[in-house]
């Protein structure tokens, strides 16, 4: 019995348990860069209700700490958001109703995927150079947007940027709770009414309601087509081949596949429209914002999900100026650094040649584009190399 416990443990070892240390605090806040405008964007352009927003998101984020016990990121799928909230497609005017058409048809894609195996599939034909360089990209394509939202007010960016720098390796004081201190007095200084708006907000329990009752077939299915299906190629990518590829590389003892990662990306999708929820997925800059500023196990993933819940709960009609307290400068410092943790994370890439190198490179170039496009044309770089038919 002693022997088979041994190897029960070699084959597939215990998962590390969920910690809520100081680092896992700090680390906790590493994704809010990319999730504060996008909650925003919907709240105010398509006046969707924050409570069922931020409470589907506080329910996925507890979820996938307490499941995957690393912290493993749930974000807002950007390019369904960028579509619904910016109303890209100029034939159709997106309403809520779409929206949650949109994050129910995600969900049956993801979730069919997954228990059919054809995810794995398609992430096999992919090839590791394809994904390493998503992840360079996407790398990239952060610190780009970090710089700008840092340059909205340079000064302030600047000094934040320097501050968490110096303090990313402190343990006693991580660089994570340093900076939003330093963000919310930033905000206050700047915005001279923002202490009289908070003393203002009333706190007071709202439950989530069934937020379905007026879908009609008409809108899931103009949700899907205009919201949900473009985003499908950059969740592939990012979302399902890239996440994998970078947990698995920082935290090998406790491994994922791509088939579970469709799953549980197909239910949550299925659930968060029913209490008002948006598109989204476990994006690979979220997990490289998380672990950059600390976070180790699910805990910091726990830790967020369960503020995150208890806003939506007591304070959902007034999260706007609770946002306030994020300047976008700072906010900037966060993406920035989460955009450096990814790219810094191809550098150790193992086994690759010139042939990958060369993948890897122009998938990252293209993905500073498009990631979509840098998906695809990556993909047939990589198998035209190994084909002989493109050499070098």
């Known amino acids: 019995m002693a022997y088979l416990k041994s190897l029960l443990a070699v084959i597939a070892p215990a998962p590390s348990k969920n910690r809520f240390d100081r680092q896992e605090w700090a680390g906790a806040f590493g994704d809010i860069g990319t999730?504060?405008?996008f909650v925003v964007a919907y709240i105010t352009l398509l006046d969707m209700n924050p409570l069922g927003v931020l409470f589907a998101f506080g329910l996925a984020k507890i979820a996938s700490g307490l499941y995957y016990r690393t912290p493993f990121p749930v974000q807002p799928m950007k390019a369904s958001g960028a579509i619904a909230t910016t109303q890209a497609a100029q034939t159709i005017t997106i309403t809520q109703d779409m929206v949650y058409g949109a994050g129910l048809a995600t969900g049956i894609i993801w979730f069919l995927?997954?228990?059919t195996g054809l995810t794995r599939r398609?992430?096999?034909?992919?090839?590791r150079p394809v994904a390493q360089g998503i992840i360079l990209g996407l790398g990239f394509s952060f610190m780009l947007e970090g710089i700008k939202m840092m340059a909205q007010a340079w000064l302030i960016g600047g000094i934040a940027l320097a501050g968490t720098f110096l303090l990313l390796a402190n343990k006693k004081l991580p660089a994570m709770m340093v900076l939003l201190i330093f963000g919310a007095?930033?905000?206050f200084i700047q915005t001279p009414g923002l202490a009289s708006?908070?003393?203002s907000i009333d706190f007071r329990l709202q439950l989530p309601e069934w937020a379905l009752g007026t879908l009609t077939w008409r809108d899931f299915l103009l949700g899907a087509f205009f919201v949900a299906l473009p985003q499908v190629p950059l969740t592939l990518s990012n979302a399902i081949i890239a996440i994998t590829e970078e947990n698995n590389s920082l935290f090998p003892d406790r491994r994922v596949t791509e088939k579970g990662v469709s799953i549980s990306t197909g239910i949550m999708n299925l659930l968060a429209p029913m209490v008002g929820g948006v598109p989204m997925c476990h994006g690979a800059g979220g997990m490289a914002g998380h672990s950059a500023f600390g976070a180790r196990t699910g805990g910091a993933m726990i830790i967020l999900g369960s503020i995150i819940v208890l806003l939506a709960l007591f304070s959902g009609d007034s999260i706007h100026v609770i946002f306030k307290m994020f300047p976008d400068p700072v906010l900037g410092v966060i993406v920035f650094v989460t955009g450096a943790q990814l790219a810094l994370g191809t550098c150790?890439?193992?086994g690759f040649g010139k042939k990958e190198n060369f993948a890897m490179l122009v998938t990252a170039a293209f993905g500073l584009w498009n990631i979509g496009i840098g998906f695809v044309a990556g993909?047939?770089?990589h198998h035209a190399l190994q084909r002989g038919i493109v050499k070098l």
Do not use: D, N, Q, R
């Open 35 to 37: 999730l504060i405008p």
């Open 113 to 115: 995927l997954g228990v």
């Open 122 to 127: 398609v992430a096999e034909l992919v090839g």
């Open 185 to 187: 007095m930033t905000a």
């Open 197 to 199: 708006e908070l003393k």
């Open 348 to 350: 150790a890439a193992k």
């Open 379 to 381: 993909m047939l770089l």
